[in-house]
């Protein structure tokens, strides 16, 4: 099982951005999906959160600007940031609770490489 994400880069404050991340393999099925990341110098921290069944979680700091989604169909999580701030530079991370098979049923919480998320002033 892989996760890619994508949709990172540069932007001035205020402006927005759309990551994706698309889980592949042999995937029987994923619970929660979500969005982490770790700014320099300091630790990761959840940005946002959804379960299979569409309940979503946010950090304090994004709520009213960022918005998780997802689609079972595609295995895919997507995340949704406007009218961001420089506070939001940092390595965002897609994450995702999978159910696979190997021998039987198995569930593992598998991490994408990161995407640079950079907000200038």
């Known amino acids: 099982v892989q996760l890619q994400a994508s949709g990172g880069g540069l932007v001035q404050a205020g402006g927005s951005l759309r990551l994706s991340c698309a889980a592949s393999g042999s995937i029987f099925s994923i619970n929660a999906m979500g969005w982490y990341r770790r700014a320099p110098g300091k630790q990761r921290e959840l940005v946002a959160s959804?379960?299979?069944?569409?309940?979503?979680n946010y950090a304090d700091s994004v709520k009213g600007r960022f918005t998780i989604s997802r689609d079972n169909a595609k295995n895919t999580v997507y995340l949704q940031m406007n009218s961001l701030k420089p506070e939001d530079t940092a390595v965002y991370y897609c994450n995702a609770d999978v159910a696979y098979y190997s021998g039987g049923l198995r569930r593992y919480d598998y991490w994408g490489q990161g995407t640079q998320v950079t907000v200038s002033s």
């Open positions: 959804i379960t299979s069944g569409g309940s979503t």
